[in-house]
C-alpha cells in the first residue's frame, strides 16, 4: 500500500528528472503516455485505506477512497491520452524549449495524480503548489506577448490561490474553523476551476496553450480545486450551511454568464475555456446543494463526482479533437466526434451529464425554498445557454484550421482522440450505474427524455436565429481582466524615495584620513597587531564596566 | 577539569587556529592555507557531529572560569547553541570551498581567509556563550573581524560601506554594553538558563527597569539583525565578496544579532516573564514594518546582490517576528528559520557570486536566458527562491508554516497576513529573476564570460550551492525526520517551553 501510492508519484518525477539530461531525455520522453499507468493501475485495482510518511514534511498523509478512486482514474486517464496525442505529435526533446515543456507536464502529472490522493493539508498543498507553478511551463511555450500576458495573470491568480489556502490550512492546522478559513480555501481553491470572480486567468491560459496541455488544463487540473472543496471545506462546514444558498447562485451565475460570453468568441478553444467556466459552474451549484445540510453531503457527493468525471473526460477530449491532424488516416472522423462530444457536454439526453442534472433535480424539494426555485429555473436554462455556446463551438470548426507551429502543436494522429472519446462516453455511464442506478434508469424514463430534449432545442434554435447578427459582437477573452488590467496600468503604486543611504552619513563622521590608513592597515602583520590590542582593550573596558 | 569540559573550547580552537596559522603563513603559500582552512573546517564538522549526538542524548558541556570576581567566561553547550553551531559549521566549510574557487588569482588572500576564519570563530563563540559576557565579547570580536572582509576590495565603495558598517555596529555594541552593564547592577551576573531563563523569580520592583533593558538589549542585537531602521549598513555592504555576502550576510552577522535576540528572550528572560512584561508587542511591530519595508525595497533593486540584501532585511525578521510571538509553534518556526533562512540564502548568494564571476551578470535585468547556459546554477537559485517564497517542499515552506500556526494559536491572525503579504511581494521580485532565467532569451554575448569548461562554471564554485540547494530541498522534504533542523527546533522548544 505504502508503496504503491508512492509509485504513483515517484514514476512521473523520476521521468521529469531523467528529461532533464540530455543522455537519458529521449527514452523519458518515449515513455510519456506511460508514467500515468501506476496511477491508472492503483485507481483500478488499489486497496482502499490511507498511510503516513511521517519524515516527509510533518507527516505527509496519502490514501486512496472511493471518491479518490473516481478522481485519480480520470486524472491518470487524462493525462495518458494527452501523453500519446503528444508523442504521436512527434514531440522531440532535441531543443531546451521542448524539454522545458516535458519537464513541466511530468511535474504537472506528479501534482496532479498526487493532490488526488492527499488526505491532509500539508500534503495536499504540498502536490497543488507543484502543479499550479509546473502549469506555467504548459501554457508558456513561446515569447509571443499575448502568451507572455496570459502566463502572468495566470501567475498571478495562481499565487493568489496558493496563499489563500496556505492560511486556509493554517487557520485548519490551528483548529479554528468558521468564516475565515472557509472563505479562503473556498475562493483560494475555487480559483483553479475558475470560481467567479476569479476565472479570468481560464480562458487566456487555454486558448494560448498547446491543445494537448488545453485538454489537461480543463480536463483535469481543474478538479485540483475541485477535490480540494470536497475533502476540506466540510471542515467548516456549520458556516458553509449559512452560504449555501449564495453558492448555489454563484455557480448559476457562472453556468449562465460563462456560456454566453463564451458564445461570442472566436477562437474554438477559447469557447470551450468558458465552457470549463460554465460546466464548473454547475459543480460549484451542486456544492452549494451538498452544503446546505449534513444529510444531503453524503448523498449529493457522488453526483458530484460523476460530474467532475464526465466533465473532465469530454472535455479533455474535445481539446485534444481540436488539436488533432484532420488529414491524417481516419481523420474524417474527427468532426462529426467533436459533435457527439458537445452534445455528452451539454446534457443530452441519457447522458451522464444529464443524469447528474437528474441526480441533482431530486433533492430541489428538499433545499430552502429559494435555492430550490433558483435551481429549479436555471439547470434548465444552464442547458439553453450551453447548447448555444457549443453549437457555435461546432460550427465554427467545421473546416480543419491551420495549426500553428511549436511544442505539442505538431500534427497529432486522431487515434488518441476518438480513444479517449470511447472511454469518454463509456466511463461516465457505467460509473453513474454503479453510483445510483436509479438515476440511471430515469434517464431513460420518457418523461425525463423530454425533460433534457427541450432545452436543448431551444439552445439549438436560438443559436440558428442568433446565427446571422450575433456575430458581430464581441466581448475579449478572459472578459474582467481588461479592465482590471487597465486599472493596475493606471493606479501603479507609488514609488518609494529610491536612494536611502547616500547623503545622511556625510555630515555623522569628522573627516578623516581614511583612504590612507586604509593603505597602512591593509599590511597585515601591523592589523594583526592593533586588532589584538582592540579586543584587549574592549575586554579590558568590559571587564571593568561590569 | 574532565574531558567533555573542553569541548567548547575545541569547537572554538578548531577555527580559531587555523586563522592564527593562516596570519603566520606567507601570501603565496596558497596550498598550505587552503589545506589548514579545509582541516579546520572538517574538524569542526567531526567535532559537531560528535557532540550533537552528546546534546541529543541530554548530555551539557560547559567550560568555564573567572576572568574578574564575579565575572566569568564561559562557554557552554546546549540544544539552541547547537543549532547555531552546526548551521555555521557546514556553511563554513560550503563557503571556505567556494571562496578558494572564487578568490583564486587575486591578491590579500592571507587576510582575507584569516580574518574569515577569524569570524567563524567569532560565531563559534557567539553560539556557545554561557553568559552575557561571553555573548558580548565574541559579539564585538565578530564586528572587528567582519570589517576586513567588507573592505576586502579596497576601493572607495568598500572603503565606505566599511566605515558605514563599523558606525552602525559599534554604536549597536556600545547601547548593548549599556544594557549588559545595567542588567548586571540590578541583579548580578547574567547567565543563559535553558529553561525559564536567568531572570524567573525576581521581583516586581524590577519590572520597569528590566523593560527598559530589554529594548537597549535588543537595539544593540537589532543593528546586526538589521532591524528597520537600523539595517542600512546590510545593502551598503554587498559591495563585498561573494562568499562574504554569502557567509556573513546569510548566516554569521545577521544571524548573531537575531541569535542574541532569541537568547535574550528565552534564556535571559525566560518565555514566562516576557509575557508579563508584554515584550513581544512592541517588537512584533517592529518585525512586520521590517518584513513588509525590505520586501518593498528589495522591489525596487535591478543589482542582484543588492536585491538579495534586501530580502534577508526581510527574512531575518521572521526569525525576530517568530521569537516575539511567545506560543509554541512560533518558538519553532523562529528556530527553524534561524536555519532554513541561513541555508537558502547562502544558496542564492552563491548563485549570485557565480553569475558575476562567470558571465559578468551583475542585474536582474541582465539574467534573460541564463538558465540555458548554466542550468544547474540556476536550478539551485530557482529552488532557493521558491523557498524565500515559502513554496513546499522547500524549507522555507516549513519555517512559515509554524510561524503562522503560531501566530495564529497566540490570536495574532493579522500577522498571518502579514506573512502571506509579505510571501506575495517575495514572489514578486524571485519570480521575475526565475522567469528570465529559465523562459527568457539572451540576445548577443555574455558581458564577461569565463570558465567555458565541461561544467558550466569551476567545479569548487558549483558544489556549494548545488549542496546547500539540496539542503533546502531536503530540509522541507524530510521535516519529519531526526536529522532535520525541525526537528531539532522542536527539541529546543519544548526544553525552552519547560515541558
Redesign the interface.
Known amino acids: 500500500m505504502s508503496v504503491v501510492l508512492l509509485t504513483v508519484v515517484l514514476v512521473p518525477l523520476v521521468l521529469a528528472i531523467a528529461v532533464?539530461s540530455g543522455r537519458t531525455c529521449q527514452w523519458a520522453a518515449r515513455l510519456l503516455p506511460y508514467a500515468s499507468w501506476p496511477a491508472l493501475l492503483t485507481a483500478v485495482f488499489g486497496a482502499e485505506g490511507s498511510v503516513v510518511y511521517?519524515?516527509?514534511?510533518?507527516?505527509l498523509l496519502l490514501g486512496l477512497d472511493e471518491l479518490g478512486r473516481i478522481f485519480l482514474g480520470f486524472t491518470a486517464l487524462v493525462w495518458t491520452a494527452a501523453g500519446f496525442h503528444l508523442r504521436s505529435a512527434g514531440l522531440p526533446v532535441s531543443s531546451?524549449v521542448e524539454r522545458?515543456f516535458v519537464f513541466c507536464y511530468l511535474l504537472a502529472m506528479v501534482g496532479n495524480l498526487g493532490v488526488m490522493l492527499a488526505f491532509g493539508g500539508?500534503g495536499f498543498?504540498?502536490f497543488f503548489?507543484?502543479l499550479s507553478?509546473a502549469g506555467y511551463g504548459l501554457i508558456?511555450t513561446d515569447?509571443e506577448p499575448q502568451t507572455r500576458r496570459a502566463g502572468r495573470i495566470y501567475?498571478i491568480l495562481a499565487?493568489?490561490s496558493?496563499?489563500m489556502i496556505?492560511?486556509g490550512f493554517?487557520?485548519l492546522?490551528?483548529g479554528?474553523s468558521g468564516p475565515?478559513p472557509a472563505v479562503l480555501l473556498f475562493f483560494g481553491l475555487g480559483i483553479k476551476h475558475g470560481v467567479l470572480p476569479l476565472h479570468m486567468w481560464l480562458p487566456l491560459a487555454h486558448g494560448i496553450a498547446p491543445p494537448p496541455a488545453s485538454a489537461l488544463l480543463s480536463g483535469v487540473l481543474l478538479k485540483a480545486g475541485a477535490i480540494g472543496w470536497l475533502r476540506f471545506l466540510p471542515e467548516t462546514a456549520p458556516v458553509l450551511a449559512e452560504w449555501s444558498v449564495a453558492i448555489i447562485a454563484l455557480g448559476m451565475a457562472a453556468a449562465v454568464l460563462a456560456a454566453l460570453v463564451g458564445a461570442v468568441q472566436t477562437n474554438p478553444k477559447m469557447m470551450l475555456a468558458y465552457s470549463s467556466i460554465s460546466q464548473m459552474g454547475i459543480f460549484t451549484a451542486g456544492f452549494g446543494m451538498a452544503v446546505a445540510s449534513p444529510s444531503l453531503w453524503p448523498l449529493l457527493v457522488p453526483a458530484l463526482a460523476l460530474f467532475a468525471c464526465q466533465h473532465a473526460l469530454v472535455k479533455a477530449a474535445l481539446f485534444l479533437g481540436v488539436g488533432t491532424d484532420r488529414a491524417a488516416r481516419s481523420g474524417g472522423w474527427v468532426w462529426p466526434v467533436l459533435g457527439l462530444l458537445s452534445l455528452a457536454l451539454v446534457g443530452a439526453p441519457m447522458t451522464a451529464a444529464a443524469m447528474v442534472k437528474l441526480w441533482f433535480d431530486g433533492y430541489l424539494s428538499t433545499l430552502p425554498a429559494v435555492a430550490g426555485e433558483l435551481l429549479a429555473v436555471a439547470l434548465p436554462l444552464t442547458t439553453v445557454t450551453s447548447t448555444l455556446l457549443m453549437s457555435r463551438f461546432v460550427w465554427a470548426l467545421r473546416k480543419p484550421r491551420s495549426s500553428a507551429e511549436g511544442v505539442g502543436r505538431g500534427l497529432a494522429s486522431p487515434v488518441p482522440f476518438l480513444g479517449l472519446t470511447g472511454l469518454a462516453l463509456l466511463i461516465p455511464w457505467l460509473l453513474a450505474w454503479s453510483l445510483n442506478p436509479e438515476v440511471f434508469l430515469l434517464a431513460f424514463a420518457g418523461a425525463s427524455l423530454w425533460k433534457t430534449l427541450w432545452p436543448m432545442l431551444v439552445g439549438a434554435a436560438t443559436a440558428l436565429l442568433l446565427a446571422r447578427w450575433a456575430v458581430r459582437w464581441r466581448i475579449p477573452p478572459g472578459d474582467i481582466v481588461v479592465p482590471l488590467e487597465w486599472l493596475a496600468h493606471h493606479l501603479k503604486p507609488p514609488?518609494?524615495p529610491?536612494s536611502?543611504?547616500r547623503p545622511r552619513?556625510r555630515y555623522?563622521?569628522p573627516p578623516m584620513p581614511?583612504?590612507q590608513m586604509?593603505a597602512y592597515?591593509?599590511r597585515?602583520?601591523v592589523?594583526?597587531v592593533i586588532?589584538m590590542l582592540?579586543?584587549l582593550i574592549?575586554?579590558l573596558a568590559?571587564?571593568v564596566?561590569? | 577539569m574532565n574531558g567533555s569540559a573542553l569541548l567548547p573550547l575545541l569547537l572554538l580552537l578548531s577555527s580559531l587556529i587555523p586563522a592564527l596559522l593562516i596570519?603566520a603563513l606567507r601570501e603565496p603559500q596558497a596550498v598550505a592555507r587552503n589545506c589548514i582552512n579545509l582541516t579546520g573546517a572538517v574538524v569542526k564538522l567531526a567535532l559537531v557531529a560528535g557532540v550533537l549526538w552528546g546534546v541529543y542524548r541530554g548530555w551539557r558541556f560547559e567550560f568555564a572560569y573567572e576572568?574578574?570576581p564575579?565575572?566569568a567566561f564561559s562557554l557552554r553547550i546546549d540544544a539552541l547553541a547547537m543549532l547555531f553551531v552546526t548551521l555555521s559549521a557546514v556553511l563554513w566549510l560550503l563557503t571556505t570551498v567556494y571562496a578558494i574557487g572564487y578568490l583564486a588569482g587575486t591578491p590579500?588572500q592571507?587576510?582575507f581567509f584569516?580574518f574569515f576564519s577569524l569570524c567563524v570563530a567569532a560565531t563559534v563563540g557567539i553560539a556557545l556563550a554561557g553568559n552575557l559576557?561571553t555573548f558580548?565579547?565574541f559579539y564585538?570580536?565578530l564586528t572587528?573581524?567582519t570589517y576586513?572582509l567588507v573592505?576586502h576590495r579596497?576601493n572607495r565603495a568598500s572603503?565606505q560601506a566599511g566605515?558605514?558598517y563599523l558606525?552602525y555596529t559599534v554604536a549597536g555594541g556600545a547601547v548593548l554594553?549599556v544594557g549588559?552593564?545595567w542588567l548586571?547592577v540590578l541583579v548580578g551576573?547574567v547567565g543563559f538558563v535553558e529553561q525559564g531563563g536567568a531572570l524567573r523569580g525576581v521581583s516586581e520592583e524590577l519590572y520597569p527597569a528590566l523593560r527598559w533593558i530589554f529594548v537597549l538589549l535588543v537595539a544593540g542585537f537589532a543593528v546586526k539583525a538589521a532591524l528597520v531602521p537600523l539595517h542600512?549598513w546590510l545593502?551598503?555592504a554587498m559591495v563585498a565578496p561573494a562568499p562574504v555576502s554569502a557567509l556573513l550576510h546569510a548566516v554569521a552577522v545577521v544571524k548573531a544579532g537575531a541569535f542574541g535576540i532569541v537568547r535574550v528572550i528565552y534564556d535571559v528572560y525566560g518565555i514566562d516573564l516576557a509575557r508579563t512584561l508584554d515584550l513581544g508587542s512592541g517588537l512584533l511591530l517592529v518585525t512586520v514594518a521590517t518584513i513588509v519595508y525590505g520586501s518593498?525595497?528589495a522591489l525596487?533593486q535591478d543589482d542582484l546582490k543588492r536585491r538579495l540584501a534586501y530580502s534577508t532585511v526581510s527574512q531575518l525578521s521572521y526569525i525576530v517576528l517568530g521569537a516575539s510571538i511567545l506560543t509554541p509553534a512560533a518558538i519553532v518556526g523562529a528556530l527553524v528559520h534561524l536555519v532554513h533562512q541561513g541555508v537558502m540564502k547562502i544558496t542564492l548568494f552563491f548563485c549570485a557570486g557565480i553569475f558575476a564571476e562567470t558571465l559578468g551578470v551583475h542585474k536582474v535585468s541582465e539574467l534573460n536566458g541564463i538558465g540555458?547556459r548554466m542550468?544547474w546554477t540556476m536550478t539551485a537559485f530557482t529552488i532557493s527562491g521558491?523557498g524565500m517564497m515559502?513554496?513546499?517542499?522547500t524549507a522555507g515552506f516549513?519555517s512559515?508554516?509554524y510561524l503562522?500556526?503560531g501566530a495564529?494559536?497566540g490570536g495574532y491572525?493579522w500577522v498571518?497576513?502579514v506573512l502571506?503579504l509579505s510571501?506575495?511581494l517575495n514572489?514578486a521580485y524571485f519570480?521575475p529573476a526565475i522567469y528570465r532565467g529559465?523562459?527568457g532569451?539572451r540576445e548577443g554575448e555574455w558581458p564577461h564570460e569565463r570558465y567555458q569548461q565541461r561544467l558550466e562554471t569551476k567545479a569548487s564554485l558549483l558544489v556549494p550551492p548545488l549542496v546547500t540547494a539540496a539542503l533546502t530541498l531536503f530540509f522541507?522534504?524530510?521535516?519529519?525526520?531526526v536529522l532535520s533542523p525541525l526537528y531539532w527546533a522542536e527539541l529546543i522548544a519544548q526544553l525552552e517551553m519547560g515541558r
Request: include cysteine; hydrophobic fraction near 60%.
Open positions: 532533464c511521517s519524515p516527509i514534511l510533518f507527516g531546451f522545458r500539508p498543498y504540498l503548489a507543484l507553478l508558456v515569447r501567475v499565487l493568489f496558493e496563499l496556505l492560511a493554517i487557520f492546522a490551528a479554528r475565515f514609488v518609494l529610491v536611502e543611504h552619513h555623522w563622521f581614511w583612504p586604509e592597515l591593509r597585515s602583520p592589523t594583526g586588532y582592540c579586543i574592549l575586554a568590559a571587564g564596566v561590569l | 596570519f576572568l574578574l564575579d565575572v590579500n592571507r587576510r584569516g559576557f558580548f565579547l564585538e570580536l572587528l573581524s576586513p573592505v579596497g572603503l566605515r558605514i558606525a554594553l549588559i552593564a548586571y551576573p542600512i545593502p551598503m518593498l525595497r525596487q540555458r542550468p521558491f515559502a513554496l513546499p517542499p516549513i512559515k508554516w503562522g500556526l495564529v494559536q491572525d498571518l497576513f502571506l510571501g506575495l514572489a519570480l529559465w523562459f532569451r522541507g522534504l524530510f521535516a519529519g525526520w
